[in-house]
């Protein structure tokens, strides 16, 4: 874990939001605070829309983009799928 204030260069978050056929955005980021201020909207927002937050806001909603936010190089990202084929 980087220390508060911590000068990062790498790109660390995936972000994507689409509708079935319609990419609204997509774009990688170092820092959740980057991900927050493109957006408009707040960290603590953020934070809920990785896959360990909360996210229930879609079920709120019948017409709600899809929204993946992934941290990149993540342990699951390392690992092969057993069904696909190489």
Not at 1 to 21: H, Q, V
Not at 31 to 49: M, R
Not at 78 to 86: A, F, R, V
Request: charged share 30%; with cysteine.
């Amino acid at each position: 874990m980087r220390t508060k204030g911590a000068i990062t260069n790498k790109e660390c978050w995936s972000l994507k939001i689409y509708y079935p056929d319609y990419i609204v955005k997509e774009g990688t980021y170092r820092t959740l605070k980057e991900v927050a201020e493109d957006l408009n909207i707040s960290y603590n927002q953020v934070s809920e829309l990785t896959t360990n937050g909360r996210n229930k806001t879609k079920t709120k909603y019948s017409f709600y983009p899809t929204i993946e936010l992934k941290k990149i190089g993540a342990i699951d990202d390392l690992i092969p799928d057993p069904c696909e084929d190489y």
